[in-house]
């Protein structure tokens, strides 16, 4: 909480704590497309920052469950867009 509280921006007068990022909006996920694509830049986050070569490699990545291993957690990697 001392960490979320240090980097709160001073002009987020509305709270003590700052959670998210600046600059992050939300963005609807309108089709498997869309999906496919954030699943794969979350995934490829690790690699990016040069913690691992591959994304399968980040211990807790669901990399892992999409590449057929065994990961932390169990994974649903069938998802479905509801349009409106």
Same mark, same amino acid.
């Given at each position: 909480m001392d960490q979320l509280a240090f980097y709160k921006k001073a002009h987020k007068t509305g709270s003590r704590y700052q959670f998210w990022q600046e600059g992050a909006h939300p963005e609807q996920i309108s089709s498997d497309?869309?999906?496919? #694509? =954030? #699943?794969e830049y979350i995934h490829n986050?690790? %690699?990016e920052r040069g913690y691992v070569d591959h994304p399968e490699h980040w211990r807790?990545?669901?990399?892992r469950n999409y590449g057929g291993k065994r990961g932390?957690?169990? %994974?649903? =990697?069938q998802w479905y867009v509801v349009v409106k």
């Open positions: 497309e869309m999906m496919r #694509v =954030k #699943v986050n690790p %690699v807790y990545s669901s990399a932390g957690l169990d %994974v649903c =990697k």
